[in-house]
């Protein structure tokens, strides 16, 4: 029996292992890959303490930090979480070929972007065709970019990127745009940005990068729109659904934590990152939010109050 599984290896399960660990908890962490969604990154530049790191290095660290603990404390198991159970009086982990116990339960499993589907979409995923303007951003500087996606993740991108690009062109499936009126204002108010509604995107093309894509307006005429990067915000699937049944979820699936805490409906879970309804999803937010679930499961497990 463990005293904590923590389930994930991106930056809020790793920075939960290294608090486990340091509190000398029996600690197991179960995850697919170490490094998270943003392993992909060619350069993350704000990873507090360190300018520019690559998502690779950045993964490759988290699995040195961990490292630091294994067999002092910290167990290790690069398997992938197939099932849990709230047995009352602990929690079962079950992964393809093993099955384990645990006092408490940290999940950490993070979230991935909804894909938009289209011809040609998977072939210029990152070469053109991005899920990130924070990380992505700064590479289409005066450049005539594409934002897909009518709430305020859509508009927010297009008005970060309006800072540097040459024009944003804000494209929305639907007749209106889900966003904030303020945020909408705000946006089109900005001479760079303009939108389009009802677009329908059919295609990206280009000759190995990105250099446009075509949509189909509501009368089903198509149109062509010149772009160098498109980036894609129709929202994040949240992996909660081995946990949905276990721990409160809001409408999108998020796990719902006290955000002082970091603990869900379940008294024995508790949560952090990309996977719960906190407002913002960034590498140094899931880590944050992790250290403070351990500092407040930690509470509960040396008080055995759970
Ligand atoms: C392309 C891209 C670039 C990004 N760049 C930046 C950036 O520059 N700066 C920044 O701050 N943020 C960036 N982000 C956002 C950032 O990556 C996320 O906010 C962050 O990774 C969330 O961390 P997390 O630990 O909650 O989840 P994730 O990083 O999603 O990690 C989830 C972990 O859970 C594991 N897992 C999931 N399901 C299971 C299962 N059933 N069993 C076992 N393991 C499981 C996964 O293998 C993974 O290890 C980027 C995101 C993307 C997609």
Redesign the pocket.
Known sequence: MYDLII?????????ACVYAARKKLNTLV????????????A?????IGTPIIS?FDLAKNFEKHIKLYENKGLDIKK????EIKDENDFITIK?KNSSYKSKALMY??????RKIQAQGAKDFE?KGI???A???GPVFTDMDIAVVGGGNAGFETALQLAEYTKSVTLLNRSPSYNADQITVKKAFENKKISGILNAEITEFFGDGLLEGLKYKDDTKKEHTLKINGAFIEIGLIP?TN?IKNLAETNQMGKIIVDPKTQKTSNNRIWS?????DGLY???????GD?VKALENLFISIKKEDI
Request: aromatic letters at 4%; proline letters at 2%; one cysteine or more.
């Open positions: 389930i994930g290896g991106g930056p809020a399960g790793v920075s179960i995850a697919s890959e170490i490094g998270g969604q943003s392993t992909v990154s350069g993350i530049e704000n990873w998502g398997e992938t979480v197939t992964t950490c499993a993070g979230s991935s972007r990152h991005t899920y990130c924070t990380c992505d992996e081995l952090a990152g990309d996977c719960t999803h960034q590498n140094n937010i899931a880590s992790a």
